[in-house]
């Protein structure tokens, strides 16, 4: 149902509205959030966010919490008011009376009255009960869909998984990359000291920084101006493993919202970047974050880069940054519609396009070149064993292994873990001259 011009609602039904299809694995929060943030007061996006966000990271135990209470799963719209009364009780430490009355309220708001009566009675009876609740459910808080759950510990063990898991559930830093075109880290830390903003340098990136207290990002000083932008320390790693050199040519291949892209250009000077990426509409993204950052160099096109055919000149690349789709399981803590919306079966969806990708792109590459091949994922099938199987059947293509202080090196490639940063993986690929 899209809403009504004239429509006043509340932050909590704004996200319950926001969380319903999301909950039903219809949509993603990124499609749904927006619409939502765009009708709140600006003093409750924070809340509206604070609200979402919390529910999708633990709706799977929410909902094992809530089985006993209830005698027949609600309808989508019912389930998003009862998880998200939930979260504000159980985890935003949101006063009680409050999380109860706004939540009923919010279910009136969204000409739900039938149910105030049913979300009043389970929300009171999980307060009363509560011990028992979280004792009876303590196996699923995790909050991880049991197919992840199984696939993470096969890959890395019990103890490594849990920790994964529990990463999943934490709320994710912002950390910002500083422009170098425009000036450094130290000068930038201290423009956000002088505003009153808490930071520290990233460990590994040297154009990274972790913020606090930070509201709108916009607010930032010269945030217009493009002299920062947010991105986390792991995706910043991408331009110095490229080591990218004046006048190469250069192509990425999957670049929206075009971070990488904008962070390689301002690493190097004199590039011809091509950045691909399928959807027009992301590519809008790319162009208005380039603009934003006064970073000239890059050409953006809407293609589909497994089908170079239709797009490539004929021109071979000394780099190529192939940041393959993925299921995504390294960004979880940002993006924790992910546990709901991703299935088993993915997996080998994106094994196979992984690997039609690689195929098509290496013949693009020069003898000599590297091409970077990157996942946000911390499957194995999608990781090292997608690299042994390009190189087992790639003769000209060798591993250029990393060496790093960060994340650990694999039998092809070095995986970094969410944690400290988000989870990510990097593999070297160079083709042998001749």
């Known amino acids: ?100 009355s706004e939540t ?49 510990e096969q890959d890395w063990g019990a103890d490594t998984a849990a920790a994964a898991m529990q990463a999943g559930n934490e709320e994710a830093p912002l950390t910002l990359r500083v422009n170098s075109r425009q000036g450094n880290r130290d000068d930038y830390l201290a423009a956000l000291q002088q505003e009153g903003i808490e930071a520290t340098t990233c460990a590994w990136s040297p154009d990274g920084l972790q913020a606090e207290n930070i509201g709108d ?28 050199a004046p006048g190469m040519r250069v192509l990425d291949a999957c670049a929206a919202p075009g971070g990488k892209t ?36 890059a050409t953006v096109r809407a293609a589909d880069a497994g089908k170079p055919a239709q797009w490539w000149d004929g021109q071979p690349f000394d780099r190529i940054l192939l940041d393959a789709p993925c299921t995504a399981t390294g960004v979880i803590r940002r993006h924790p519609d992910i546990k709901l919306l991703r299935r088993e079966t993915d997996v080998a969806q994106t094994v196979r396009q992984q690997d039609q990708l690689l195929r098509a792109l290496w013949p ?22 997608q690299v042994a199987a390009f190189l087992a059947a790639t003769p000209d293509a060798r591993e250029r292994i990393i060496d790093a202080p960060w994340g650990a090196a694999r039998p092809h490639g070095r995986q970094l873990l969410p944690g400290a940063t988000d989870g990510f993986y990097f593999a070297l690929l160079e083709k042998v001259a001749g």
């Open 1 to 100: 149902m899209k809403p009504s011009r004239k429509e006043h609602l509340s932050a909590r039904a704004l996200a319950a509205r926001a969380l319903a299809p999301v909950l039903s694995a219809r949509e993603s929060l990124s499609d749904t959030l927006p619409m939502a943030l765009g009708q709140v007061a600006p003093q409750d996006r924070g809340l509206l966010q604070a609200i979402t966000f919390t529910t999708c990271r633990h709706a799977l135990h929410y909902r094992v919490l809530l089985k006993p209470l209830l005698e027949r799963p609600p309808q989508p719209l019912v389930e998003a008011l009862l998880l998200s009364g939930l979260a504000q009780l159980r985890d935003l430490r949101i006063p009680d009376h409050a999380a109860l």
């Open 104 to 152: 009923v309220n919010a279910a009136r708001e969204l000409k739900q009255d039938r149910a105030t009566g049913l979300i009043n009675a389970v929300l009171r009876r999980y307060l009363r009960e509560r011990d028992a609740l979280e004792a009876q459910a303590a196996g699923s808080a995790h909050a991880c869909p049991e197919w992840l759950k199984r696939a993470l």
């Open 217 to 244: 990002v916009r607010a930032l000083p010269g945030f217009a101006a493009g002299a920062v932008s947010v991105q986390d320390e792991a995706a910043q790693l991408c331009a110095g493993l490229l080591a990218c």
């Open 262 to 297: 904008a962070h390689l250009l301002e690493k190097t000077e004199g590039l011809a970047l091509l950045a691909l990426d399928i959807s027009p509409e992301r590519c809008l993204r790319i162009d208005e974050n380039l603009q934003r950052l006064q970073l000239p160099g």
């Open 364 to 385: 693009l590459l020069k003898p000599g070149g590297v091409m970077l091949y990157a996942t946000c994922s911390i499957l194995k099938a999608e990781n090292e064993r």
